[in-house]
């Protein structure tokens, strides 16, 4: 496969993980994780109150942020694991093994990466390089459907 | 070293980090036991510092030394040995920063002090992620501890 056509085929792989990530289907289960996580953090939050935040803005940012700007996918996995390591009163990356949560399935997305790649030759780290891909596709979605289901309403709709 | 040769070594760099993820949960379960009383996160923090830090390697494997050689006085020759088996992976990625250095600055591969700089980065990787699995194993022994 000539390297554009490679280079087009994996971008469209990235839009459609993005939306296989972002977009529930009550017909399928494993569809949507990245909306059900921010449901899940929205949710920790407000479980503590207006007036003290479980993961809140700043922690899902901080995420944001460095998924962006590092090229190690053991970067994003250390700042996770590192929060919920220092979550001794569960009220935020540990609370519910969400921190772990997350983590894992990050960590999981190599199998994506992986499968892409199955049927062609990989250069260098080609895998590597499209599974920190996949985790920021993951987390963007993460953090938008986050911002979006924080409002007050929209808790109150939901649950 | 021009903007494509220091994206490409921060790749390597980054690729390393990642392949020695595995390595470094390894090291920490294989002696997750010293968590509970005998090794404290803080002594990771402060490696994490001096390795940040210094400008030659001597600093870093002496900070490695005096913990192992505490730790020996104290009869903790399982930390003692914790330490050791640190100091051997540091050094043998030497080798390591030294290969990395070949492939992506290859005029300044015999750079001593290029190599070096790479050689705390990986440092500093590792440790990094001997902190973030050390935290978890505690929080999970604290946890185990509250239960009983």
């Known amino acids: 496969m000539k390297s554009h056509e490679l280079e087009l085929k994996r971008r469209q792989f990235l839009a459609e993980r993005g939306d296989f990530y972002a977009i529930p289907d009550a017909n399928d289960k494993r569809r949507g ?64 093994g969400i921190g772990i949560r997350l983590a894992d399935k990050l960590e999981s997305l190599r199998a994506d990466a992986e499968k892409f790649y199955s049927d062609k030759e990989p250069k260098d780290d080609a895998v590597r390089r499209l599974h920190l891909e996949l985790c920021r596709e993951f987390i963007k979605h993460l953090t938008a459907l986050y911002e979006f289901y924080k409002k007050p309403e929209v808790l109150e709709d939901e649950f | 070293m021009n903007f ?12 390393w980090s990642d392949a020695h993820l595995a390595e470094a949960r390894g090291f920490v379960l294989s002696r997750q036991g010293l968590l509970q009383y005998d090794l404290s996160i803080s002594q990771l923090y402060a490696l994490a510092n001096i390795i940040r830090s210094s400008q030659e390697y001597p600093q870093i494997t002496d900070f490695i030394k005096n913990q192992a050689g505490k730790a020996e006085r104290a009869g903790k020759s399982k930390t003692a040995s914790y330490w050791q088996d640190l100091k051997t992976k540091f050094d043998d990625y030497a080798k390591d920063a030294q290969e990395i250095a070949r ?29 973030a699995e050390s935290l978890l194993y505690q929080r999970r022994i604290n946890e185990q501890t509250k239960g009983q």
């Not at chain 1, 996918?73 to 569960?90: C, E, F, K, P, T």
């Not at chain 2, 600055?105 to 902190?131: M, Y």
Request: glycine share 6%.
């Open chain 2, 103 to 131: 492939i992506t600055i290859p005029r300044q591969a015999s750079d001593v002090e290029q190599v070096k700089t790479i050689h705390r980065q990986l440092q500093q990787c590792f440790v990094q992620h001997l902190i």
């Open chain 1, 33 to 96: 994780a990245a909306h059900e996580f921010a449901k899940e953090f929205a949710r920790s939050r407000e479980d503590k109150g207006l007036t003290h935040s479980g993961v809140d803005k700043a922690n899902i940012r901080g995420l944001e942020s460095l998924a962006w700007s590092t090229e190690s996918i053991a970067d994003i996995l250390d700042y996770i694991r590192m929060r919920v390591g220092r979550d001794i009163r569960n009220q935020g990356w540990g609370k519910r």
């Open chain 2, 4 to 15: 494509k040769s220091q994206n490409t070594l921060l790749s390597k760099i980054a690729a």
